[in-house]
């Protein structure tokens, strides 16, 4: 039973819609990429736990705070076997272990070690059900997803599952005999309560309005070369149509999120969007998938 579902990182979601209005800096367009590989290989294993089919809950995308210490869980799955956390990795490419430190193969450039965050994620998660005075047995486990990925020297007493194993471990899951009780129940209810909506470390570059460049971008390959075409916005690199209407609703969850302070006004849309379409067009859209705020001169939309 999914009881929480992935939804795409904040700073992600923030750094593609900069990456289309302002010249990023190597470091950011690098967080980005990573991000973006995250994200893919978390959705790739999400599909294999789809099948899944004794009792477990499942939450995704979790972040819990225990003595002022912030720590993130890629997926939490409750059984009756213990709690399985697992840390989810898409690296690509060859790597090597040597001692506990990370390499690339071709640079010897070395890398986080995903165990050593696992396992402070580990001991402050068991930490958690001390105060919480429960008892579950807990096991961790990082799981590399990408089929394009070697790792050599890996240690076989640390807690890795590698992409010719992935299927195997969730098979020998999959066998183990689940029923679940009130205690697993009131732990995964407890989590979900404990979860932090705001990651203090999701941070974006800084920018202002004024840099960003104001104009509709292709919803399929985010260029902002697009024109108007009757009831729809076409790309002029891809060729890309969209309605009108998705067009304008996708740019104004754009404005929340850069902006989150500024009023949803059919000025302000109007202008970020650089008058692509009349004004008029724009207040039929707010009025109709948005609640009108105040009077008619001073008029915003939540």
Known sequence: MLLKARTEPFELIGLRYLDKRMVLQSQEKYRLWTLEKGYIGEIIFDKMTENLTEERYIIDDLLLQVNNSYFQLDKVIIGKDGVYLIDIKYHEGDYYYDGDKLYTLNSKREQKNPVIQLKR???????LLQNLKMNHLVRATVVFVNPEFTLYKAPMDQPIILPTQVHRFLKELNSIPSKLDESHQKLAQTLLSLHQIKNPFSTLPNYKYEQLEKRMH?????SLNTEVDHYDLVCGKCGTHERIEKAILRHIEEIKVLFPE???TTQN???WCNGKVSKRTFLRVLKKNYKAVGKTKDVYFE
């Open 262 to 264: 500024m009023k949803i």
């Open 269 to 271: 849309v109007y202008d």
């Open 121 to 127: 994620s580990e001991t402050l998660f068991r930490q």
């Open 218 to 222: 292709c919803r399929q390959c985010g």
